[in-house]
C-alpha cells in the first residue's frame, strides 16, 4: 500500500525557513516523480515543485523560484522541500504527491500546514 | 504558463442527476487533462488520467472527455458520496496548472 506521510509544517515568521518531509512507502521511490502542491486556505490546488526519478531534473511554480528547493533521500525514502524566505502568500496546506510517469498525481499525503504570520 | 479555467464554479445539484463540468485550457493541451475529487479537509483524489481513463477503483458513472481546449466531466448518476470539489489540471508542460474548482452542492 502507498503512503505519503508530510511533517515539519507549523507557525513561521515572514522571511523564516521551514523544512518538510514526506516520508513515503509501498513503492520503490527513486522510480517515480515525486511533487509538492499547496492549497491556501479556502482556495484552490497550486503545483509548487516536482522531481523528476533520480533526482535528475527539478521543476518549481514561478511563485516560488528561487525561494523553495525540493530534494530527496533515496535511502530514507523521503522527499523535502527547503522554504526559505517564506512569505504570508505561501500559508497553505502543503502536500507531498507521487506522480505517474505523465505527471499525474495517483497518490497524496495527509498534508501538513504552514503559516506565514507575524 | 497554461491557464486553465472551469465552469461553473459552484454547482446545486440532487441525486441522481446527470453533472457536466468543463474545463478550458488557454492553449492546446492534447489529451493531458486529469480530474481530481477533493472532499473537505481531505487530499484530492485522482479519478481520470488522459483526458478519458478512468482511474482504478473510481466508479464508471464517472466520464471524462475532451481534447485540445475543451474538456469535460460527466457524473452520469449522481450520488451522495459524490458531493464534493472538482478540479481540473494539464500535464502538458511545466508549470502544472489546475483549474479554480467546482464545487457541487446538494440542491
Known amino acids: 500500500e502507498v503512503q505519503l506521510v508530510e511533517s515539519g509544517g507549523g507557525l513561521v515568521q515572514p522571511g523564516g525557513s521551514l523544512r518538510l518531509s514526506c516520508a513515503a512507502s509501498g513503492f520503490i521511490f527513486n522510480n517515480f516523480a515525486m511533487s509538492w502542491v499547496r492549497q491556501a486556505p479556502g482556495k484552490g490546488l497550486e503545483w509548487v515543485s516536482t522531481?523528476?526519478?533520480?533526482?535528475?531534473?527539478?521543476y518549481y511554480a514561478d511563485s516560488v523560484k528561487g525561494r523553495f528547493t525540493i530534494s530527496r533521500d533515496t535511502s530514507k525514502n523521503t522527499l523535502y522541500l527547503q522554504m526559505n524566505s517564506l512569505r504570508a502568500e505561501d500559508t497553505a496546506v502543503y502536500y507531498c504527491?507521487?506522480?505517474?510517469?505523465?505527471?499525474?498525481?495517483?497518490?497524496w499525503g495527509q498534508g501538513t500546514l504552514v503559516t506565514v504570520s507575524s | 504558463d497554461i491557464q486553465m479555467t472551469q465552469s461553473p464554479s459552484t454547482l446545486s445539484a440532487s441525486v441522481g442527476d446527470r453533472v457536466t463540468i468543463t474545463c478550458r485550457a488557454s492553449?492546446?493541451?492534447?489529451?493531458?487533462l486529469a480530474w481530481y475529487q477533493q472532499k473537505p479537509g481531505k487530499a484530492p483524489k485522482l479519478l481520470i488520467f488522459?483526458?478519458?481513463s478512468l482511474e482504478s477503483g473510481v466508479p464508471s458513472r464517472f466520464s471524462g472527455s475532451g481534447s485540445g481546449t475543451e474538456f469535460t466531466l460527466t457524473i452520469s448518476s449522481l450520488q451522495p458520496d459524490d458531493f464534493a470539489t472538482y478540479y481540473c489540471q494539464q500535464y502538458n508542460s511545466f508549470s502544472l496548472t489546475f483549474g479554480g474548482g467546482t464545487k457541487v452542492e446538494i440542491k
Open positions: 522531481m523528476i526519478p533520480g533526482g535528475r531534473s527539478t
Open positions: 504527491a507521487k506522480a505517474t510517469p505523465s505527471t499525474v498525481f495517483d497518490y
Open positions: 492553449q492546446n493541451i492534447i489529451s493531458w
Open positions: 488522459k483526458s478519458s
